[in-house]
T-cell receptor, first 118, second 108 residues
Framework: EAGVTQFPSHSVIEKGQTVTLRCDPI?????LYWYRRVMGKEIKFLLH????????ESGMPNNRFLAERTGGTYSTLKVQPAELEDSGVYFC????????????????FGPGTRLTVL | DAKTTQPPSMDCAEGRAANLPCNHS???????VYWYRQIHSQGPQYIIH???NNETNEMASLIITEDRKSSTLILPHATLRDTAVYYC?????????FGTGTRLKVLA
């Protein structure tokens, strides 16, 4: 079974530019999550999809960030325009269908995309 | 979600058991305890999770106290490749709240 994949692995852009990160979850996983770690801080939740619907986007920092999951498969996270403080590692995770209190609903993380904004 | 506390760092000799403690004194009855680790700059790797019973899998064992206020992750025979930051998370929702974790260093 293939794991969660993310593209690109690294991205270097200038302040004011736009960047789009992509995440492909494990096949059959309805739940998809975005997290990020910015410099020196802890890993923080950004948002959660169930299929194509956003269930919780309470962690999205501001309206420069837009996440989509068309068709309930892969997801994209767009940052427009990027600012210096957006630099960090963006992780995507996925889990099976069902509630979080079910025993086998652990989240599986991808390798992350390292974003550097100059 | 409940907040967890972990020691910032620990050392363990190669081949010995590594016992990583976690305090989650405000955990509620429907929250699971999850353990992940992050090796260098890779994505967090799932290790094990449990609700109230002790759990074991091919990677580790999880011991949860009867009052569920704390737990211990046990790596039975630590290897150099187990050097990583270990995160204990308590969650009853989809959102994981990561703390600073324990930096485990396995020494040759």
């Amino acid at each position: 079974e293939a794991g969660v994949t993310q593209f690109p692995s690294h991205s270097v852009i200038e302040k004011g530019q736009t960047v789009t990160l992509r995440c492909d979850p494990i096949s059959g996983h309805d739940n998809l999550y975005w997290y990020r770690r910015v410099m020196g801080k802890e890993i923080k939740f950004l948002l959660h999809f169930v299929k194509e619907s956003k269930q919780d986007e309470s962690g999205m920092p501001n309206n420069r960030f837009l996440a989509e999951r068309t068709g309930g498969t892969y997801s994209t996270l767009k940052v427009q325009p990027a600012e210096l403080e957006d630099s960090g590692v963006y992780f995507c995770a996925s889990s099976r269908a069902g509630g979080p209190r079910l025993k086998n609903n652990e989240q599986f993380f991808g390798p992350g995309t390292r974003l550097t904004v100059l | 979600d409940a907040k967890t506390t972990q020691p910032p760092s620990m050392d363990c000799a190669e081949g010995r058991a590594a016992n990583l403690p976690c305090n989650h004194s405000t955990i509620s009855g429907n929250e699971y305890v999850y353990w992940y680790r992050q090796i260098h700059s890779q994505g967090p790797q799932y290790i094990i999770h449990g609700l109230k019973n002790n759990e074991t899998n091919e990677m580790a064992s999880l011991i949860i106290t009867e009052d569920r206020k704390s737990s211990t992750l046990i790596l039975p025979h630590a290897t150099l490749r187990d050097t990583a930051v270990y995160y204990c998370i308590s969650s009853g929702t989809y959102k994981y709240i990561f703390g600073t974790g324990t930096r485990l260093k396995v020494l040759a």
